[in-house]
C-alpha cells in the first residue's frame, strides 16, 4: 500500500461542538469523550467543515434521521472534503438509493444473506480462521490485525463472491484508497473505484460464457419485477458495494473485540469458561464499538429532535455514538459482556438496515471462538503501538499482542 | 390463572435484523428475504415467556409486541 499518497492534513479541532471532525487524529484514537461533550451540547451539532455537515449525537435523533428518507437521501453515504456531482444512479445499490428504487435492489441481496444461508458458510469461515491461527500459534508476539482480522472478512466475502481468495490483497487497498484516503482524496478514490471496475467487469464477462455457483453468477442472473435481467452497472456497483462494506467493517469489528478482551482478562476468562456466552458477548462489543458511521445529505429543510436542519448539508450518521447514548443505555460507557437488553445500532436502523449483518456476526462469533478456544492467553504488547482507522469505519488497524507465555 | 403471552411482529418495521430468531428461535420464523413472523399464532408455549420478553427488548426497531391475553 506504500505508493498510495497519504491524505491532505485538516487543521486541528479546538471546538468540538461548532467545528467537528470526524477524520481529526484526536476523534480516530479516542472519540468516546468527544461524542459525550457534543451530546451535552445538543441533539444535533453542526460544522462548516465537510462544505456543512450535521451530526446527531443521540440515539433519538439517528433514529429519526435513519427513518426519514423524504428529507434525507442516501445518495452519498460518505462524508468527504468533495462533494461531486452524482454521475450514475448505479453507483452502489442499494445502500445508495433511495425510495422507491431502494426496496427492490434491496431484496435481490437478501436471500444470500439470511441466517441459515451463513450457516452453510460457518465452516468455510472457521477453516479461514484456523488456516490463519496455524500460520502465528507458535509465535510469542504478533500483530493481530495484519495476522488475523484482516483477512478473515476478505476471504469470506471472496469465497462467496466466488472470486479468489488469493486476491485479497488487493480488494484491502481498494478499500483502504476509497474509505480512508478517498475522503480527501477524490483521484485516489476514482482510480480505485475504476481498478475494482476492471476487475469484476473481467468476472462478469467470463461467467457469461461460464456460470459458475456464487454471488456473481446469482446477481447476473437476477430478474427485476418485469423479468429483465439486471443492469451491468447494477451488477457492478451491488458488487462494489459487497466488497467494500463486507470487509473492513467486519476486520474491525474483529479486531476491536480482541483489542478489548486483551485489555480485560474478566472478559475473556468469562468466555473461555463460558463460551455459549459469546453471541451475547458479540452485539455487546457491536454496540460498544460499533465500526460504521454513515452518512446522509439533506434534501428537504425539516427539524431534528427540534433542531432544524438545511439543505445543502451533509449528516454524519454515527450509529457509534449512537450506541453510547446513556439515555438509551444504562452504563453505556461500559462494556457489560451480559448485558440483556441490548437495541444497538451497529447495522444502522430503518430501511438500510445493513444487508450482511447476519454475515458479520457470524464471522465474529467464529472468529472469537476460534481464537478463544486456540489462545487463551493473550495481552497488548507493551512494546507496540495500537492504530486506529480514520473516517467512517473505525477499528484497530495495529495490534500488537504478547500470546501465551510471552505475557 | 397466570397470563398467556403471545408475540407480534409488525411487518412494516421489521427490518430483518434477526435478533428474534436468534434470542428466541421456538417463537418466530424468518421469510426467504430474513424478515421476521411470529411462528404461528404467537401464542408463547409456558416456559417460553422470558425469551418473548428478550426477543422484544432486544429488536433494534421497536417492531414486536408482546401481548399479555
Known sequence: MSDVSQPAAHPPVTDWVHD?????????????????????????????????CYMPTT??????????????????????????????????????SDPPVHKPAKQLLLPPFTPDAMKKLEPRVRAICNELIDGFITEDRLDAAERYTKHIPVRAIAHMLGIPETDS?????????????GIKDENTLLQAVQEMTGYFSAHIEARKNKPTDDLISYLMNARDKDGNPLEDSHVLGSLRLLLIAGIDTTWSAIGSSLWHL???PTDRERLIAEPE?????????????????????????????????????????????????????????????????????AFGLGIHRCVGSNLARMEMQVALEEWLKRIP???????????WSQGTVRGPRQLPFLLGKAM | MTE???????????????????????LFELDEYGNAHEAGDGIVPPGLEDKAWLAKSNCPEIAIDVIEE
Open chain 2, 4 to 26: 398467556r403471552l403471545r408475540v407480534h411482529v409488525d411487518p412494516d418495521k421489521c427490518q430483518g435484523h434477526a435478533r428474534c430468531k436468534a434470542l428466541a428461535p421456538e
Open chain 1, 20 to 52: 467537528f471532525d470526524h477524520t481529526d487524529p484526536q476523534w480516530t484514537e479516542d472519540p468516546f469523550p468527544i461524542w459525550d461533550e457534543l451530546r451535552a451540547a445538543s441533539p444535533v451539532v453542526h460544522t462548516e467543515r465537510f462544505l456543512g
Open chain 1, 169 to 181: 490483497d488487493l480488494f484491502i487497498r481498494w478499500i483502504h484508497m476509497i474509505l480512508e484516503l
Open chain 1, 262 to 264: 486483551a485489555r480485560t
Open chain 1, 377 to 387: 492467553d493473550f495481552a497488548l504488547d507493551p512494546a507496540g503501538t495500537v492504530t
Open chain 1, 277 to 345: 456466552l459469546i453471541p451475547t458477548a458479540v452485539e455487546e462489543l457491536l454496540r460498544a464499538y460499533s465500526p460504521v458511521t454513515m452518512a446522509r445529505e439533506v434534501v428537504k429543510e425539516t427539524t431534528v429532535s427540534g433542531c432544524p436542519v438545511k439543505t445543502g448539508n451533509m449528516v454524519l450518521l454515527s450509529f457509534p455514538a449512537a450506541n453510547r447514548d446513556p439515555k438509551m443505555f444504562p452504563d453505556a460507557d461500559k462494556v457489560v459482556i451480559d448485558r440483556r437488553e441490548n437495541r444497538h445500532a
Open chain 1, 59 to 96: 440515539y433519538e435523533a439517528v433514529r429519526e434521521i435513519a427513518n426519514d428518507s423524504e428529507h434525507f437521501s442516501s445518495r452519498r453515504i460518505i462524508v468527504r472534503d468533495v462533494r461531486p456531482e452524482i454521475t450514475s444512479r448505479n453507483s452502489a445499490p442499494p445502500i445508495t
